[in-house]
């Protein structure tokens, strides 16, 4: 069996940048175990699958180590596929995930926007954890599906450091760290304390889900540009709407080839 698999750099316009993600076009779903073994050997983030059902396309994450509910720059490369080489008459997905219907919508600039379910975070008490694997001093923590680590200021942002070995006990996906930003409206980092490869991921849509609605109230917009501060670096113009949030990013091919299984 041939599976086309592609590899895009998601929430980027230049190759080498933004977040790389493999997308996988499946003629029916495989069994779980070898979607994990092919995630496993992508090595990437994430590996994302879909199989069109419909007029839906039903879709899933993996991990190199598990599958997820949620991945914003795997969806977004995904959409690119479609948008490009399976169906470019369409200008519109939608895609049935864990995480419910998603939308993705071809902008007429090149840019794909992503309508993904709004997670605002919870003020909760900041993990003693926190205290001890950072080297500069939280100001708050916020909680949803990941843990928001608020700091003072983008420098800040730039500067720390975790000891991600002392956060690995916590419930949480991801460990964000954000701040106001200087020429955005706000900067993060995102960190993965288990994650099998690197980690620190490079541009995550996924934790925009809660990060555009609790700097959206914290700033009193509904429209915010967004920069997450890895080394790959990337933006997000995000908007919020209702229990919608909407991400807009760009995508650049990599590679294009087969898995034979």
Wanted: proline content about 6%; hydrophobic content about 40%.
């Amino acid at each position: 069996m041939k599976i086309p698999i592609y590899q895009i750099d998601a929430f980027t316009q230049k190759l080498f940048g933004g977040n790389p993600a493999a997308v996988c076009h499946l003629p029916h779903w495989l069994d779980d175990q070898t979607l994990q073994n092919i995630a496993i050997e992508n090595n990437l983030a994430e590996t994302a699958y879909f199989v069109k059902k419909d007029e839906i396309y039903e879709i899933r994450w993996f991990m190199p180590h598990d599958e997820i509910d949620l991945c914003g720059h795997a969806t977004l490369a995904s959409a690119y596929v479609i948008f490009n080489y399976i169906d470019p008459s369409i200008t519109e997905i939608t895609f049935s995930s864990k995480s419910g219907l998603l939308k993705a919508k071809k902008e007429d600039n090149g840019a794909i926007t992503l309508d993904f379910p709004s997670r605002p975070p919870v003020a909760i008490e900041i993990p003693s954890q926190v205290h001890k694997a950072l080297n500069v001093k939280p100001l708050s923590t916020y909680a949803a599906r990941d843990l928001i680590i608020t700091l003072s200021s983008e420098k800040e942002i730039l500067n720390a450091t975790l000891d991600l070995n002392l956060l690995k006990e916590l419930p949480y996906l991801c460990i964000i760290i954000t701040a106001k930003g200087q020429d955005v409206d706000f900067v993060s980092r995102v960190f993965d304390a288990n994650a099998t490869i690197l980690p620190e991921d490079p541009v995550t849509g996924s934790a925009h889900a809660s990060l555009v609605p609790f700097w959206a109230e914290k700033l009193n917009k509904t429209k915010l540009l967004a920069q997450q501060l890895s080394t790959r670096r990337g933006e997000i113009q995000c908007a919020i709407k209702g229990d919608r949030v909407f991400l807009s990013g760009y995508s650049v091919p990599y590679l294009i080839g087969e898995i034979d299984i």
